[in-house]
């Protein structure tokens, strides 16, 4: 089967998008049945007509992935399509806030080695939390935290009235740690020999290094939300673009 190339310059075959970001036609057709891509017209014969629209579409939708990973990416694009700005600048700031939480809590678990390889520790002023506190503080599931005890990474102690669990300001930073680096996609025993060298003398250097490799990762994450944005205001701002309402 043979297609004849348009002869308006300015409408595009799915391959056309696809070979500008090493895709596939398929996965193009793919976007606009999902509603990532606009909905495009159509020939007399069924093939799709796509313009430049759908070309910064396309742009803004990858670029996205960088920053904000495809589930929000796809969320955005969807309601920017339906003009519904408001649900799509809602997903942008949750992603913003998120990258936030992680830059406050790495902050805090540097710190914490900050006191860890200091000669004389620091005293703790902060009081032992239940798992449920600890699990709302972390934004995970309590079994997430059992999980977590079951593969040494977590220490807690039970109360000797009740037989729950308690977790001390050290499990707390533990627990944040943990966090942390299974955000960055580190394995659960990874993690568990890094809060076990943290625990014993001198140990504090994979640490460290994990946290240098989270931080370059959050920095690559930021400069990819700015660049998101960049391509979604070029889409947005295409004079055959959808109309955006703020309903």
Known sequence: MTTTKPSN???????????????SAQAVRNYERDGVLPPAQRTPNGYRRFTEVHAKALSAYLAL???????ASGDIMRAVNRGEMDAALRTIDRS????????ETLDGVEAAVAILTETTPQPQSRTAVPISVLAHRLGVRPATLRKWERAGILRPVRNPATDHRVYSPDDVRDAELAHLLR???????HIADVLR???DAGGAEPLATSLRQWRSRLTE???AMLTGAARLA?????ETG??????
């Open 65 to 71: 992935i960088a920053g904000h990973g495809y589930a």
């Open 9 to 23: 310059p300015g409408v595009r075959r799915p391959v056309d998008l696809a070979r500008v970001h090493g895709l």
């Open 234 to 238: 070029e889409y947005l701002d295409a």
């Open 197 to 199: 060298r943290v625990r």
């Open 96 to 103: 913003h806030a998120l990258l936030q939480r992680d830059r």
């Open 183 to 189: 955000r960055g996609g580190y394995r659960l025993d």
């Open 242 to 247: 959808p109309t955006v309402s703020t309903h």
């Open 221 to 223: 994450r930021g400069q």
